[in-house]
C-alpha cells in the first residue's frame, strides 16, 4: 500500500500521516495504465511488475480499506 505522509484533510491546514484510500485508489489505476503501456510496448517485464505490484495494493484496499455492512457484502469504493 501507499503511505501518505501529509494527507491533507479539510483544508483547515491539517495533515494526516496514513494510508489513504485516494492515494492508494489512484496508485492502482495508475499501475493499470502503466502495465498496459508497457502491453502494448511488448515489454512483458515492466508489464508483470506492474500487474504484481497493483494486485498488491488491490489486496491492502480490499483488507484494509473496506467493510461489511447489513448482508455481509463486502462494499468497497475503489478502482478494481
Given amino acids: 500500500m501507499i503511505f501518505n505522509p501529509a494527507l491533507e484533510h ?3 491546514y491539517r495533515y494526516w500521516a496514513d494510508y489513504d484510500l485516494i ?4 496508485a492502482e489505476e495508475s499501475l493499470r ?4 503501456a508497457a502491453l ?3 515489454d512483458s517485464t ?3 511488475t506492474f500487474v504484481e505490484y497493483r494486485h498488491k495494493i488491490q489486496a ?8 461489511v455492512v447489513g448482508d455481509g457484502a463486502s462494499h ?3 478502482a478494481s
Avoid at 23 to 26: D, M
Avoid at 60 to 67: A, F, I, K, R, V
Fill in 10 to 12: 479539510s483544508r483547515d
Fill in 33 to 36: 495504465l502503466m502495465a498496459d
Fill in 23 to 26: 492515494s492508494n485508489t489512484f
Fill in 76 to 78: 468497497t469504493f475503489h
Fill in 46 to 48: 515492466s508489464q508483470r
Fill in 60 to 67: 491492502g484496499l480490499n483488507t484494509s480499506l473496506s467493510y
Fill in 40 to 42: 502494448r510496448a511488448n
